[in-house]
């Protein structure tokens, strides 16, 4: 049924029958103990990783995300060490999306060099983003760079990508970001390993890009990839996508959420709030 689910989702096909038998065998037997949650933490199992539990559908055409904000950890041993980094920062100014002192890095639309791999929404994301914060540290088209990234990633509470990214399925830690090209970095390629090299003090990372959530499930069922790298370099928290997102719906849902972030919401509550949003206003279809 998650096969059936992930394909009728990229074909943009009827999702129905799926997400309600996979909610049925998942959500229901335990809906009475969760029904008062406002927030759930999902910590999934092999291939339960590449379900959207967002999209899981109950019979009264509800989903889960009417019920629940929802978090996602690879592990029970990353959800600890994410929940550590985020109480050893609670109380500072940083975060606070509204405060002076929150500090935002975003690159977007990187010439990699191929007209296909242009995200034109992108940059009208990184517009929104400083409608929301202020002033902002941002990079595009060819200042897109890896450098540019690792230069800025220590100082930014926030990081936000707006990019292409690649899952190397039979080499995880080669995965990759593709950003622009330059002196240092001839391909522009910020793989998984660099990632982990990184030192990070955010509060969140936004990975607005195709495929950034992918990862190998291994035997130990961690995921290593792009979201396990950001996390192991500091980050207690990141939004990722699990297939190729069509960019007008994802430049909405970014404009949103990082709206609901800075009124005060939770991470999981403006994310919520923002899937809402585009699902009501823009398009229902799942994807």
Known sequence: ????????????????????????????PIEALVQNATQLVIVPHGVLHYLPFPALQNA?????????????????????????KGDARRGNAFLNAASENFRVLALGNPDVGNARFDLPFAEKEIKSITQTFGEIESYERKGATSSALIAGAARANLIHLSCHGVYDERNPLFSALLLAPD?????????????????????????????????????????????????????PALIASLWTVDDLATAITVKRF??????????????????????????????
């Not at 689910?5 to 990229?10: D, E, G, K, Q, Y």
């Not at 055409?61 to 996602?72: E, G, P, Q, V």
């Not at 190998?216 to 990839?225: A, C, S, Y």
Request: proline share 1%; glycine share 6%.
């Open 183 to 235: 002196s240092t970095n001839a391909t522009g390629r910020l793989e998984a390993h660099k990632i982990f090299g990184l030192k990070l003090n955010t509060a969140l990372v936004m990975l607005s890009a195709c495929e950034t959530g992918l990862a190998k499930i291994t035997g130990g069922d961690e995921v290593i990839g792009l979201n396990r790298a950001f996390i192991f370099a500091g980050t």
């Open 1 to 28: 049924n998650i096969v059936q689910l992930r394909r009728a989702i990229t074909k943009r096909a009827s999702t129905e029958s799926f997400s309600r038998a996979l909610y049925d065998q998942l959500i229901k």
């Open 60 to 84: 009264d055409s509800t989903y889960l995300i009417d019920r629940h904000a929802l978090a996602f950890a690879p592990s029970a041993t990353v959800l600890g060490f994410c929940y550590r």
């Open 258 to 287: 990082y709206r609901y972030l800075y009124s005060g919401l939770s991470k999981a509550e403006a994310l919520r709030q923002a899937q809402r949003f585009v699902r009501d206003h823009h398009n229902r279809h799942p994807a």
